[in-house]
């Protein structure tokens, strides 16, 4: 009766073994479809940052964590609470979000025709090539700083909190381009910026690799 038994068991540790690699039903599907104002995406789960992108369809917004310099997916958060701090806190985040077109002003332009009035009249040199500009004290802008890239900040920006303003975040500068009948956001570590060509290539490169092909 024994040689039976252990067959039974070794029967039973392989059906465990199975369902163990076998993906899990609820664990949802690893590539996400969804559109904004008609234009449709699709892309893994693991970019989805916050729950509406992960349920995918038709959606106001789409927003995506990425990894400097690669833009891939990033990892999973770890179920150990300093790690996940840690892994919230990341510099190498790259944050994309995606929304309809703002009919107000291209964000190209955004430092000559918003921006200008507002900044001093210095120029001082920046990380990478870059111009730092500084906002006038009573401004709306006054608690940040702007970096551009020559000649007029048309190719890349970046809006930066200067370090007294205390902002405690993950991903304090910001940079926004126009795609079609989008506007894209993207916000990353200040530690970046010296590396803005990278940013401007890797974003397009990821948008164009989620763009669904047209029907």
């Given at each position: ?64 964590l990425t ?9 999973a958060a ?138």
């Open positions: 009766m024994r040689l039976p038994l252990v067959t039974l068991l070794l029967a039973l540790l392989a059906v465990g073994a199975f369902r163990a690699m076998r993906p899990s039903a609820d664990a949802g599907p690893t590539t996400i479809a969804a559109s904004v104002d008609g234009v449709r995406f699709t892309f893994a789960t693991a970019y989805a940052r916050d729950g509406a992108t992960r349920m995918g369809g038709a959606l106001e917004r789409l927003a995506f990894v400097f310099p690669d833009f891939a997916p990033a990892p770890s179920a150990e609470p300093e790690r996940r701090n840690a892994q919230a806190f990341d510099p190498t985040h790259v944050f994309i979000a995606i929304a309809p077109r703002d009919e107000t002003i291209d964000p190209a332009e955004r430092p000559s025709h918003l921006y200008a009035r507002f900044l001093e009249s210095e120029v001082w040199a920046a990380p990478g090539g870059l111009m730092l500009r500084r906002f006038e004290a009573g401004s709306p802008y006054e608690l940040e700083q702007l970096y551009l890239a020559p000649p007029d900040g048309a190719l890349f920006f970046a809006r930066c909190p200067k370090r007294e303003a205390g902002f405690m975040g993950a991903a304090p500068c910001l940079w926004a381009l126009r795609r079609g009948a989008l506007d894209v956001e993207v916000r990353f570590s200040p530690s970046l910026l010296e590396h803005w060509s990278r940013i401007v290539e890797g974003t397009q490169d990821f948008l164009r690799r989620i763009e669904a092909a047209p029907r």
